[in-house]
């Protein structure tokens, strides 16, 4: 019995998870219609922190493509010796440990789990609300939420962000896909289908290492 309940539980975990596939990646009312546990736990996330969703979204997409157990890659010595990884970072949101028992302990919601849709937006709408507080950021403000939320708010007031020259492009990277995002969000419904796209989908024919629709 034991050995029976092993097997199932993760299997029973992941079939849980909700990754969309990367074709809907670039497009917010694909996602939403691929999976709508995204659209209710983004709009829920809104109404209780004040960032607007599609901020949320670009924030999780970014940090994990959508994937609900990311992680750094582990380092091996001479090849084959595993070694720690570089953080603790995991999940939807990257969140790392200290910070996410922080979320925990301030939310009541210790069952939370980083692989999980609704407590991951759930955890970067609360985390913003603080970045809000402490650094007097606007919840409307992807930019500087971004660099509040990859610093940390001690970061964040120090400017170390100043000398990360490639965190300031990728805090624009995000910016600009919140704002797609958003005009997206407008009128969901002139855009082809998830399911029109994925039924269109080209051949790969080996011909190309690269994710449609890069090929």
Not at 157 to 172: C, D, E, I, N, S
Request: aromatic share 14%.
């Amino acid at each position: 019995m034991k050995i029976l309940l092993l097997i199932f539980i993760p299997l029973l975990i992941n079939a849980c998870s909700s990754n969309p596939p990367k074709e809907s990646h670039n497009n917010i009312c694909h996602i939403y219609e691929y999976d709508d546990d995204w659209e209710d736990a983004a709009k829920e996330s809104a109404a209780r922190w004040g960032t607007p969703e599609y901020i949320l979204m670009a924030f999780i997409h970014q940090e994990s493509r959508f994937k609900d157990d990311a992680q750094p890659p582990r380092p091996y010595a001479l090849g084959f010796i595993p070694l720690p990884r570089r953080s603790s970072s995991y999940g939807y949101s990257q969140a790392q440990d200290p910070v996410w028992l922080e979320y925990q302990r301030d939310t009541g919601n210790s069952s939370a789990r980083r692989s999980d849709v609704e407590d991951s937006l759930d955890f970067i709408g609360w985390y913003n609300y603080q970045s809000h507080k402490k650094n007097r950021i606007s919840r409307h403000d992807a930019y500087r939420l971004y660099l509040a939320y990859h610093e940390g708010q001690g970061g964040f007031q120090r400017r170390t962000y100043l000398k990360k020259h490639w965190l300031l492009k990728v805090a624009k990277k995000v910016q600009r896909r919140a704002y797609t995002y958003k005009q997206q969000l407008k009128n969901c419904s002139r855009y082809k289908s998830y399911e029109d796209i994925k039924n269109k989908r080209p051949p790969n024919n080996n011909s190309c290492n690269a994710p449609w629709p890069y090929c």
